[in-house]
């Protein structure tokens, strides 16, 4: 059972966009940044988006992050095969003196 | 361009012992807390012990405490994993991690007689 919530799956078709959600509490998310990570099959998790809402250098700007109260979302808009991966979110949690992440979802371009 | 590689990963026998070594480049390694995050086949995401920027203070998740010893060597860039006592549901990828820069590619224990 993760700390952070996500849905399993997602899914979507070539140009459409897509939303992650991760649901958290006041002492991860609400209190602390969020990261969202993407995992292509068989490599290591990438970072794609720090401090809610900054992509790194070289991260399209199809990607972005929001967040809000203790609830934050990945948008990936003009949704591309490439992006069929998982997706976590991460955040420091203050009561556990932890990083905590959400369970991944799974995205599928169809 | 930042760059972590992690090392030190094998097969071990339970109860046994492994080192993990982390370098670092591409950044001010000296400056930075770091993490080890550690993920089980098939399974998602478990972070497992920080280190502030200078060694003085480190927390670990319940499931390593007592046994993982997370450390550092500024003057080296290298982040270190001690891993004690070792149980099968320890076999994981293990990666090493700067919370807003990026991660290495992982090594992975596999802790099995």
């Known amino acids: 059972q993760s700390v952070l919530t996500q849905p399993p799956s997602a899914s979507g078709t070539p140009g459409q966009r897509v939303t992650i959600s991760c649901s958290g509490s006041?002492?991860?998310?609400?209190?602390?940044?969020v990261n969202w990570y993407q995992q292509l099959p068989g490599t290591a998790p990438k970072l794609l988006i720090y401090s809610n809402n900054q992509r790194p250098s070289g991260v399209p700007d199809r990607f972005s992050g929001s967040k809000s109260g203790t609830s934050a979302s990945l948008a990936i808009s003009g949704l591309q095969s490439e992006d069929e991966a998982d997706y976590y979110c991460a955040a420091w949690d203050d009561s556990l003196s932890g990083l905590v992440f959400g369970g991944g979802t799974k995205l599928t371009v169809l | 361009e930042v760059q972590l590689v992690e090392s030190g990963g094998g097969l071990v026998q339970p109860g046994g012992s492994l080192r993990l070594s982390c370098a670092a480049s591409g950044f001010t390694f000296r400056s930075r807390w770091m993490h080890w995050v550690r993920q089980a086949p098939g399974k998602g995401l478990v972070w497992v012990s920080r280190i502030t920027s200078d060694g003085s203070s480190t927390s670990y998740a319940d499931s390593v405490k007592g046994r993982f010893t997370i450390s550092r060597d500024n003057a080296k860039n290298t982040l270190y994993l001690q891993m004690n006592s070792l149980r099968a549901e320890d076999t994981a990828v293990y990666y090493c991690a700067e919370w807003d820069l990026g991660w290495g590619q992982g090594t992975l224990v596999t802790v099995s007689s």
């Open positions: 006041s002492s991860n998310i609400g209190s602390n940044t």
